[in-house]
Each structure stands twice: as C-alpha cells, then as structure tokens.
DNA sequence: AAGACGGGGGG
DNA sequence: CCCCCAGTCTT
C-alpha cells in the first residue's frame, strides 16, 4: 500500500463517516447537477441548498427552464447575487434543448470540453458536471480543492515554492482514485471546506495530517506538540474597493430587486426607478445619467429590457425585466 | 493579471 | 466594518 493509496483510503473513509448528507449528492441528473454548481459559483452551501429546491420545483427540467419567462429565472435568483448567473443558466438550458435533449441524450454534453462552451460554465463548473453528473474521472479546482491540494502536496500556501494552476490540477488529477473520481472530488472538496478552512484549518482532526506537507512544516516550527496549532493565516491584501453600498454592485442589485417587485410585464419608468434604489434622489440631469449607465449595463447583461424613446426625455424612458 | 460582478453571515 | 465563499467573463 503506498502512500497514495493510503491518503486515499483514509480521505475516502472519513468522507464517507463525515460528509454532509447535500442534496446535490443524492442524484447523478445532469440538469439539477448544473443548477447547483451554478449556484454554487461563489455561494456557500447553506445558502444554496433552499433556492435549488425552490429552483426545481418551479423549474423541474431543462425544458421548462429552457422555455420559461426570463423574468421568473431572475425572479427565482433573489438573494443568490451575481444575478448574470440567472441569465447565462438558462441560455445554457437553451442550448442543451436546442442540441436535441432530452430525446437526444448527447445533447447534454458530458464532457468538460463540451460543459466548457456553454455560457456560465468555466473551468470549475465544466470538471464538476462532468464529474459529479457524469462520473467522470476529471480534476479541477475550486478555492477548497485548490487549498488542500496545495497544502497537502507543495505546503503552506504563504510560503514558496509558488505553484501554477495547472501543477494543481495536475496534482489532483494523480490524486484521483480510478473510478472513484465522484467520491473523491466530493470527498477533497468537503475536507477543505469543514477541515482545512483557509483561516484556521483544524489539523488536529484532519484525516490527511500524516500525509501533510503543510502539517509537517507547520508543526516542525512548533515545540509545543501537545498545543500544536496552526499559524493563523492572513488573508490576502484585496486591492481597496469602494464601500459596498455606494458602489455600482450595490446599485445594480437594487434596481433588480425594484424590477422584480413588479407583475409580469410591467414596467417602469426611470423617475419612478430612482427613488426606489438611490437614497437622495433628486431626478436631475446627473441622477438620471448615473442610473442610466447602471440599466445600460444590465440590459447588457441580459438582466432587463429598456426602450430607447427619443420621443421621451431620460426620466420617461421605461425598464422591465426580460419577458 | 486585474476588475467587475451580489449578498449574507461571521469575526 | 472587513473578510470569506463549490467562479466566470471581460479588459
């Protein structure tokens, strides 16, 4: 038994006695796969768990997300963020109906290089449907799998040697028992998420520590055997970002929210938008300029319709969400 | 490589 | 108030 295969074993194990009962992990369907990944993306799980079954039940299949009022996918997203996810998700539910399925199974695709070109679906995304919908025996990262990698394998991660992203992937692709990818991806994911915590990972409980770099390093640089914990670990200077409720992200989830309120079809006009969103309005020239740009950018996104009414000045242009 | 993109919960 | 979180897309 080498040391791989004892690291998997005991991963594998403690997965097994330990890993949360998620209900993503109780089906193997591709489409309720998608949707909580795509949830998933930057959202934590305790978050996600009741907008998916809330998703599902209004939303039970391809099909029906496929042919439903974009309005009512948005409407669905409240409280998840990144609402362009709402928008990218069905156009991806789009394609996977325009390709033939579900009479059509290969109109799902099942691989990572076919999951990759759907809107929405990155590098992560694409590996964990391939792996989790499919069974498929891929690697990829996310910032768990990344962690535990990287501290398992290389070592602390604010010491060098620096890694790439693709020595990672490469490492979690050796790390991967064959045939059991499904299990082991969950299995690695759920370890840095309960165990090795990117702040103040719990060593002392990991099923991994003898099989550690980190852990060896951490505790070679502690006499205190007994007390031994790791370092506390300092997040990363983030390049300094305008308070969250004057910037543009604040705002734009604002006028979302103003436009889900409204009955199907409605709409409204931006004199009556900007109070509901901005604290003092004053619906003047450079009020009006500033939400404009902010709804300009949504239309872009997919995430409202607005006329263009020349007829109109800028306070009677009107905004809804997509029909 | 760096920024934009939401929102909620925890320290 | 600051930080983090099952990322993706666009400069």
């Known amino acids: 038994m080498n040391e791989t295969s004892a690291l998997q074993t005991d991963l594998l194990a403690w997965f097994q006695a330990n890993g949360r009962d998620l209900p993503w992990r109780r089906t193997r369907n591709p489409y309720y796969i998608l949707v909580s990944e795509t949830m998933l993306q930057q959202t934590q799980v305790d978050r996600v768990i009741p907008k998916y079954e809330a998703f599902l039940a209004l939303f039970p299949t391809v099909e029906a997300l496929a042919s439903a009022s974009t309005a009512d996918v948005i409407r669905s997203w409240q409280g ?24 059509d199974p290969a109109g799902f695709p099942n691989t990572p290089e076919g999951l990759r070109n759907l809107p929405g679906i990155g ?5 964990a449907v391939a792996c989790f919908a499919f069974e498929r025996d891929v690697a990829f990262l996310d910032t768990n799998i990344r962690r535990v990698v990287r501290r398992l394998l290389v070592g602390p991660e604010d ?55 980190a852990y060896a390093i951490w505790r070679e640089a502690n006499t205190q055997l ?26 734009r989830g604002r006028i979302i929210d103003a436009l889900r309120a409204l009955e199907a079809q409605q709409s409204l006009d931006l004199a009556s938008l900007g109070p509901q969103v901005k604290q003092d309005w004053l619906g003047n020239e450079a009020d009006l300029t500033w939400l404009a740009k902010l709804v300009s950018g949504l239309a872009q996104d997919g995430l409202l319709i607005w006329q263009y009414q020349p007829e109109q000045d800028l306070a009677g242009w009107s905004v809804r969400l997509p029909a």
């Not at 050796?174 to 702040?199: D, F, K, R, S, V």
Request: hydrophobic share 40%.
């Open 226 to 251: 007994d007390m031994w914990q790791p370092p506390v670990i300092k997040p990363r200077k983030k390049a300094a970002e305008q308070p969250f409720h004057s910037s543009n992200r604040y705002f």
């Open 80 to 103: 998840l963020g990144y609402n362009r996810r709402a928008v990218n998700l069905q156009r991806a539910a789009q394609a996977i109906v325009a390709a033939g399925f579900p009479a």
């Open 159 to 213: 010491a060098p040697p620096a890694t790439t992203e693709q020595t990672l992937i490469d490492y979690a692709q050796q790390l991967i028992p064959p045939g059991q990818g499904w299990a082991w991806n969950q299995a690695i994911m759920e370890l840095g998420a309960l165990i090795c915590t990117a702040a103040k990972p719990q060593c002392w409980r990991c099923p991994l520590n003898q099989h550690c770099r």
């Open 123 to 127: 590098a992560y995304t694409s590996g």
